[in-house]
C-alpha cells in the first residue's frame, strides 16, 4: 500500500496479493482510520516492527514476487503466516543477491542488463577535468564491479577514480568504525599489509567512513555523494556528517515527462480551482448551495483518480498521494539536497552551478498564495497590492 507524509494509506492502493483491498476494510483493518501509528511505521532506517519500506530497484522483483507468492496461495486456500512468508521470501531475495548468483548471471549478458553509459563517462570526465577528487563506495564484490565499468565507461574507468572501496557494507560502513580497510591486487586478492593511506589508483574493501574521513580529510559540505539508497546510501552522510547529498531517481523521468502533458497540467489546474472554490463557498448552507457544494467535491474525486491514473493505476505518482507528499517524497527531501532521474542531468549544468533552494509557502502564508494557487496563475502580487491582503 501507499502512505502519504503524514502516515495515512492513501485508500485505492493496498492490495493483498494482487487484488485491491476495499476501503472499507483497508479503514476496518487500522481502527476505523486511515492513519498508520509511528511505532508501527518504521525505525530509522525504513523497517518497522510491522511494516516494509520499499523504496529501490531491488524492491521491484521482491513486491512483485510477494504478491504472486500471496495471490498464489490465496487462490489455493493456502493457510499461511504472513511473517513466515515475507521472511521467507526476503531471505530468498537475500540470497541471489548475497551468494552472487545475481553477479553471475549479470555478467554472462553485459549487453542485456548493464547500458553502454557514454554520458555517465561524460560527466565523470568533466568533473575531473576540473580538478574535482572522486571516489567510488559500493557494497558489489570487485569482479563485479570492474567488469560492469569496462562495460559502461571503459577500461580504463579507474583512472577517473582517486579511490575506489568495494564490498564496503553500507550503511554499516558510515557506522561502524571497526572494520579496517584492506588492500586488492589487480586481481582482486586480499592483501595483508596495514593501511596507513588510501592511495589513487588502489581497490580497497571494506573499511568505515571514520577511518576514510581521517584519510582523505574529506569533511562536509564540500563533499557531493550521490546514491540511490535514501537509507543505505545519504541518510548517516547528511546526518551525521554533514555531507551533501544527491540521490538518483531512475522514475523520475516517467513522472517528469506526465507531469509535462496537456491532460496533467489541465487536470491539476481544474482539481485547484475546485479546491479553492469549495472552501471559499462552503459557508452557504442553503439546499442549492449544498447541492452544488456535493457535485463538486465528486467532481474533484473523479479528477484526483483520474490524475493518479496517469502515473500508475495501481499506486499513482511515486512522490505524491492524491494532494499530500508521499512518505518516500518526504524521506527524499529529508535526506538529499538534489534528486535526479540519472547522474546524466548534470550534463545540463555548469560545473560551477548553483542550485539555490525555493521558498515554498507555510501554512500560515497561505493566503498569499491561495488565489494564483486556485487558478492556475503564479504571478506574485505586486508590493503595493499585498498591503490589502489580509
Not at 530468498?92 to 547500458?115: N, S, T
Not at 577528487?133 to 564484490?141: G, Y
Amino acid at each position: 500500500m501507499k502512505i502519504d507524509a503524514f502516515h495515512y494509506v492513501q485508500l485505492g492502493t493496498a492490495y493483498r496479493g494482487l487484488r485491491p483491498v476495499p476501503d472499507e476494510e483497508v479503514i476496518e483493518l487500522y481502527g476505523g482510520t486511515q492513519h498508520i501509528p509511528l511505532y508501527q511505521m518504521s525505525d530509522f532506517y525504513g523497517k518497522g516492527p510491522s511494516l516494509k519500506q520499499f523504496m529501490d530497484i531491488f524492491s521491484l522483483p521482491e513486491m512483485t514476487l510477494l504478491s504472486s507468492v500471496i495471490d498464489y496461495f490465496l487462490a489455493h486456500g493456502i493457510e499461511f503466516d504472513q511473517i513466515h512468508l515475507y521472511k521467507d521470501i526476503s531471505d530468498a531475495i537475500k540470497d541471489v543477491h548475497v551468494k552472487g548468483m545475481m553477479y553471475q548471471w549479470i555478467e554472462k549478458d553485459m549487453e542485456k542488463y548493464i547500458l553502454h553509459g557514454d554520458e555517465t563517462y561524460a560527466v565523470l570526465n568533466r568533473l575531473v577535468n576540473h580538478n574535482k577528487k572522486l571516489f567510488l563506495i559500493t557494497n558489489s564484490p570487485f569482479s563485479f564491479v570492474d567488469k560492469g565499468m569496462k562495460h559502461m565507461v571503459g577500461k580504463n574507468w579507474r583512472d577517473l577514480f582517486d579511490m575506489v572501496i568495494v564490498q564496503a557494507d553500507k550503511p554499516n560502513f558510515f557506522t561502524d568504525r571497526r572494520k579496517p580497510f584492506r588492500k586488492l591486487d589487480d586481481k582482486g586478492s586480499l592483501q595483508w599489509d596495514k593501511i596507513s593511506q588510501l592511495e589513487k589508483g588502489k581497490i580497497y574493501k571494506e573499511g568505515n567512513l571514520f577511518d576514510f574521513l581521517r584519510l582523505t580529510g574529506w569533511r562536509g559540505s564540500k563533499v557531493l555523494y550521490f546514491g540511490d539508497h535514501l537509507y543505505s546510501d545519504l541518510a548517516d552522510l547528511m546526518l551525521r556528517h554533514g555531507w551533501r547529498t544527491g540521490a538518483i531517481v531512475p522514475e523520475l523521468e516517467t513522472e517528469i515527462r506526465i507531469i509535462n502533458t496537456e491532460q496533467y497540467m489541465h487536470s491539476l489546474t481544474w482539481q485547484q480551482a475546485l479546491t479553492g472554490l469549495l472552501e471559499r463557498m462552503q459557508m452557504h448552507q442553503d439546499a442549492e448551495s449544498k447541492q452544488v457544494l456535493l457535485e463538486w467535491m465528486q467532481e474533484r474525486q473523479e479528477i484526483r483518480s483520474l490524475t493518479k491514473n496517469l502515473f500508475n493505476p495501481q499506486f499513482g505518482s511515486i512522490f505524491r498521494t492524491f494532494h499530500n507528499p508521499t512518505y518516500f517524497s518526504r524521506r527524499l527531501v529529508r535526506f538529499s539536497d538534489i534528486y535526479m532521474a540519472s547522474i546524466s542531468c548534470l550534463l545540463n549544468y555548469d560545473v560551477n552551478f548553483t542550485f539555490y533552494p525555493r521558498r515554498t509557502p507555510l501554512q500560515h502564508e497561505a493566503p498569499l498564495w491561495m488565489d494564483q494557487l486556485c487558478t492556475g496563475c503564479m504571478k506574485t502580487p505586486f508590493l503595493e497590492e499585498m498591503v490589502h491582503i489580509r
